[in-house]
């Protein structure tokens, strides 16, 4: 299959254009996180009925028309454990992709196993086995290698292809009302919202401090939370756990 590598605005256009007519599309994020609190988008993914689209988020200061068409109701929008693509979604225009197929819960549904990966799912659908490889990519360099477009574009591919199957099955099964309804949870952007005031339950060890000492470490969590969300860095940059 070809794709098309996307780095200017009138191209980005055309491609949301014909989006408009598709009833389904396949979708997948490229990301980084090593110097951020918030995920930094590199490369966003998407297969409609002919085509592959990878947008290279990184040659646009707006990329509100693109976040805007993928989270226009009417198209379904189809997704591997879609929880780290929310986020990215929510961070930059503050709702999810709906109405959403996440091709993790429907194998779960279908037996599957819980969280199957993608890989995995792809090899049992497909017969596929994914090159590993280029799993850790740093998707910020520029510019990206074909192999890599090749490996992103393919996400999304595979991703169009196991789709009808996998709604079928659970049509036959009268299953997917259970996935709609399990999505639908999974698009409440208060999900991706980290609440300051709620940073100490990922700490670790409280329960051997004193009650003073887990008020001190409470408020100590919820500074380098806040402090970590303003600044865009990682928390521990702020303050490390120990």
Not at 15 to 31: K, N
Not at 148 to 162: G, S
Not at 177 to 203: F, I, K, S, V
Not at 224 to 232: L, Y
Request: charged share 25%; with cysteine.
């Amino acid at each position: 299959m070809t794709h098309t590598l996307i780095t200017d605005s009138e191209t980005l256009s055309r491609v949301l254009e014909r989006w408009s007519s598709s009833a389904v599309l396949a979708v997948d994020t490229e990301f980084i996180r090593i110097d951020t609190y918030y995920p930094r988008l590199c490369l966003v993914q998407v297969r409609d009925a002919t085509t592959t689209a990878l947008i290279d988020a990184t040659a646009f200061d707006d990329l509100s028309p693109l976040f805007e068409a993928l989270t226009t109701a009417g198209r379904l929008k189809v997704f591997h454990a879609a929880g780290q693509d929310l986020e990215i979604f929510v961070h930059h225009c503050g709702k999810c992709p709906q109405p959403l197929f996440d091709t993790q819960i429907a194998a779960t549904l279908l037996g599957y196993g819980d969280q199957i990966g993608y890989a995995g799912l792809i090899e049992k659908r497909l017969g596929i086995v994914l090159d590993k490889s280029l799993s850790r990519t740093n998707w910020a360099h520029r510019p990206l290698k074909p192999a890599e477009l090749d490996y992103a574009a393919a996400d999304v591919e595979h991703l169009a292809a196991i789709f009808p199957g996998l709604r079928d099955e659970l049509n036959a099964r009268d299953r997917l009302a259970w996935l709609a309804e399990d999505c639908a949870r999974l698009c409440d952007p208060a999900l991706y919202h980290t609440d300051p005031g709620a940073a100490w339950q990922r700490l670790r060890g409280l329960a051997q401090l004193s009650a003073r000492e887990q008020t001190i470490a409470a408020a100590l969590a919820a500074w380098r939370e806040t402090e970590a969300q303003q600044r865009n860095r990682p928390r521990k940059w702020i303050l490390d756990d120990e």
